[in-house]
């Protein structure tokens, strides 16, 4: 066994292993030569062999990519070239970067993620073999703790771009544009709106166009054909309604007309799904091709059902939760996933959790729709409204753009030019009404500002072909401004390379033989400090535990007089018969009090019933938890704590090197804790209407049983009866769930704050250890990039 196979082992986290890859003889050729097989073999456990079957195939992938960074070259941007060139342009077709951010944007977009990609390629190599050199090195406390920090380094958060929109709306066309891949997501003329999630990301791995399917379970299928089936019976004898077109619709999709006639059970043979043994197996799908155009062909039949595809008899999309396609090489992509929703959620409950989390953390919402409309479009307005909550509260997006696409449709006109003006005059009258429209929505304004909105007025077709307009004025190019800013800001590489130089500081300053005298006034000042910056957030964070209790009872004693009023609002409609009521309110209990229909307004009783707590701290708990990259939470409380180390850096000279580690320590923790807070946040929002769910779940199912003439009369007097007698608690508890869960983060922060430093105050100040390895030269190596980076 050579070193190099002991190495990786240990830099990926599996130096448990490295006896049993000795022992079969595993030399760097072989290593890299494994397949599956004999991994499976060599680490029987699941979860390391995982994670070491993705650290191989990075590594097989690692060379290529280097050797595709060095030669790689800039095309130029479209608006820069005449006619001809963007002609040879659209011969290359499949370039991932065939439209680019105008030229002003491209020195400072593209070249420097190239300098920090090599910067964080470069530190991560540096750490590995620090790792292993400090692993060869007898163990001591601080061994330990260097080796922990090492592997807490590596970090890897993308950005999430939402993309809502109707069938037809161009989310397609505008994504392919956007990226620069006009081939990618099938756009054409589609008769089912899906309930399929398309993440659009970079591949890092290697080369190639990929599409991963991941399907929902068998059981999650079972239970879906008995719904459909249910659906099915409810309209025998009567007018066929929109659900039972999409039953149909998505019965014919998977079997053809097979399904006629056949029982639930029947339709689950395996027969039926010879063509996706991956869904059988609960597998992932991976479709791999070497161009975007041949991967749209391929995955097409899983997102969506076109009748014009030629060659495809079957469509999948009924039994898909996910498809996530990969793009190589492409700028827009770095640290950007896409990802193309479905308006609502779904009444599958893994599609559904799955679109809930997604939504939950984009940090950007394209809503897309048709200019001829766009203001008085009920969906787009519907998506935004019913999503604004998970977005905006219980979520951590900073901005929505309300992207009119189709601009560039206009009356023919004799004069280019007099079209041209028409054009502008129409996108501008379409900003401003939708605008205007979004001033209107009280709702989504108390979870966004007017600074978070913006509209732009797209055109794909004119971007891709001008014939009025030059490519800056369709406004496409100001979006892959907006996505090459989003990979620009990406803080990966400066938190990484700021932990490494912590690290080499404090490493540095342990081997140093000679001992300051002034090191215990430095701790003692340090201590001090520590409690009283504690002290202060302590006291911020009880401020605004105090003034969330004094909303929620508010909230809660709202709740308790009012619930029964909204209730009844929904419960009898005034614009719906009861017959056609009877059938929405049955999909309400059955689907544990929310109906998500295909078109048209969402009904949610456990949304109705938990408004008024919603709403009693919507304000304040905005202001303790903002989204806006300007504003930091607990008011800024955290952002504000320091042991003011530059302050000791200027008078103790001969301790800089660990008072740079502290303060490396201080910054990473910032960091840790908002990422922490940005997560903890979401349950603590949601907890609100997740408790009153929760609470009715005994009575909808108790709905959802009745049949017969009077079943829309008893259904309507269970939910009534189960709120009436159980409301003088329902609230109150939802109350102690969330501030339970406010507790809890408050704690976290507090442990952690003071924990991580007291123990970074120790090891850097009161342990000394001149075994360690000298790390002078990588020191100065991450102190230069720091800086840079700085």
Request: glycine share 4%; hydrophobic share 30%; with cysteine.
């Amino acid at each position: 066994m050579d070193d190099f196979v002991c190495n990786k082992l240990t830099e990926w986290g599996l130096s448990d292993w490295i006896q049993t890859f000795k022992d079969q003889g595993i030399d760097k050729e072989s290593f890299e030569c494994l397949e599956d097989q004999e991994i499976n073999d060599l680490i029987p456990l699941v979860g390391p062999r995982a994670k070491f079957k993705k650290r191989l195939k990075a590594l097989k992938c690692q060379q290529q990519h280097e050797e595709i960074a060095d030669s790689d070259q800039v095309l130029p941007s479209t608006s820069d070239i005449g006619d001809k060139g963007k002609r040879m342009l659209d011969d290359l077709g499949e370039c991932s970067n065939i439209q680019l951010p105008p030229r002003k944007q491209q020195r400072g977009s593209i070249l420097r993620p190239h300098t920090e990609e090599f910067m964080l390629s470069d530190v991560k190599k540096i750490m590995t073999c620090t790792y292993e050199r400090l692993h060869l090195e007898d163990e001591t406390k601080l061994n330990a703790f260097l080796k922990s920090k090492i592997s807490d380094l590596e970090t890897d958060k993308r950005e999430l771009v939402g993309v809502f929109g109707k069938t037809g709306a161009g989310k397609s066309s505008l994504i392919n544009a956007v990226i620069g891949l006009k081939n990618l997501l099938p756009s054409g003329s589609i008769s089912a709106c899906t309930t399929v999630m398309i993440k659009v990301e970079a591949n890092t791995l290697n080369l190639k166009y990929e599409a991963e399917i991941e399907f929902i379970t068998k059981e999650e299928w079972k239970d879906e054909l008995w719904y459909l089936y249910h659906i099915l019976r409810e309209n025998e004898d009567e007018e066929r309604d929109e659900d039972y077109c999409d039953t149909v619709e998505k019965l014919s999709a998977v079997y053809g007309e097979e399904w006629k006639n056949k029982s639930p059970e029947n339709l689950m043979d395996k027969k039926y799904f010879m063509d996706i043994p991956e869904f059988l197996r609960y597998k992932k799908k991976i479709l791999t091709c070497e161009t975007a155009k041949e991967l749209s062909a391929k995955f097409v039949k899983y997102t969506r059902s076109d009748s014009d595809e030629p060659g495809v008899n079957r469509w999948y999309w009924p039994l898909v939760k996910c498809v996530t396609v990969r793009v190589p090489c492409n700028r827009f992509l770095q640290h950007v996933t896409l990802v193309d929703l479905p308006g609502n959620g779904d009444r599958n409950k893994s599609r559904d959790t799955m679109w809930k989390g997604i939504v939950g953390s984009c940090s950007t919402v394209w809503i897309v729709t048709e200019i001829n409309r766009a203001a008085a479009e009920k969906e787009s307005w519907e998506i935004l409204e019913n999503a604004s909550s998970l977005m905006g509260n219980g979520g951590e997006c900073q901005q929505i753009h309300f992207i009119c696409t189709k601009s560039d449709l206009v009356e023919n006109d004799d004069s280019v030019a007099a079209a041209r003006a028409l054009l502008f005059k129409k996108n501008m009258k379409a900003k401003e009404e939708v605008s205007k429209q979004f001033n209107n929505l009280n709702r989504i304004k108390k979870h966004f500002s007017d600074d978070c909105f913006r509209v732009f007025t797209v055109s794909a077709t004119e971007f891709l072909r001008p014939k009025l307009l030059k490519p800056d004025e369709t406004e496409i190019p100001e979006l892959q401004e907006f996505l090459q800013n989003l990979n620009d800001s990406h803080s990966e590489t400066l938190n990484y390379v700021s932990g490494a130089y912590g690290i080499f500081s404090l490493i540095q300053g342990a081997r140093r033989t000679e001992v300051p005298g002034n090191k215990t006034d430095v701790c003692t000042y340090l201590e001090k400090k520590l409690r009283q910056e504690l002290e202060k957030v302590r006291e911020s964070m009880e401020e605004t535990y105090s003034v969330f209790e004094r909303c929620l009872s508010e909230g809660v004693e709202k709740s308790k007089t009012s619930c029964e009023a909204y209730l009844k609002k929904i419960l009898y409609p005034t614009r719906q018969s009861g017959r056609g009521f009877h059938k929405t309110l049955t999909c309400v209990v059955e689907n544990g009090g929310a109906s998500k229909p295909k078109k048209g307004k969402q009904i949610n009783l456990n949304l109705t019933l938990s408004s008024c707590l919603t709403d009693s701290i919507d304000e304040e708990f905005r202001k303790t938890f903002p989204n806006e990259g300007k504003s930091e939470p607990f008011n800024g409380v955290i952002s504000s704590f320091s042991l003011h180390t530059e302050k000791l850096l200027e008078k103790y000279k001969d301790l800089e090197l660990q008072l740079i580690f502290l303060k490396t320590e201080e910054e990473n923790i910032k960091t840790k804790l908002n990422k922490i807070i940005r997560e903890r946040k979401k349950t603590i929002y949601t907890s609100l209407m997740e408790t009153i769910e929760e609470t009715m779940q005994e009575c909808y199912k108790k709905a959802a049983d009745f049949r017969g003439p009077d079943k829309l009369k008893n259904m309507r007097n269970t939910v009534e009866l189960h709120v009436c007698d159980l409301k003088n608690v329902m609230f109150e508890q939802a109350k102690e769930v969330m501030l339970n869960h406010l507790m809890k983060l408050m704690e976290k922060i507090l442990k952690t704050l003071e924990d991580t430093l007291n123990e970074g105050i120790e090891l850097s100040l009161k342990t000394d250890d001149s075994s360690l390895p000298d790390f002078s030269k990588e020191l100065e190596l991450t102190k230069q990039y720091y800086s840079e980076l700085k």
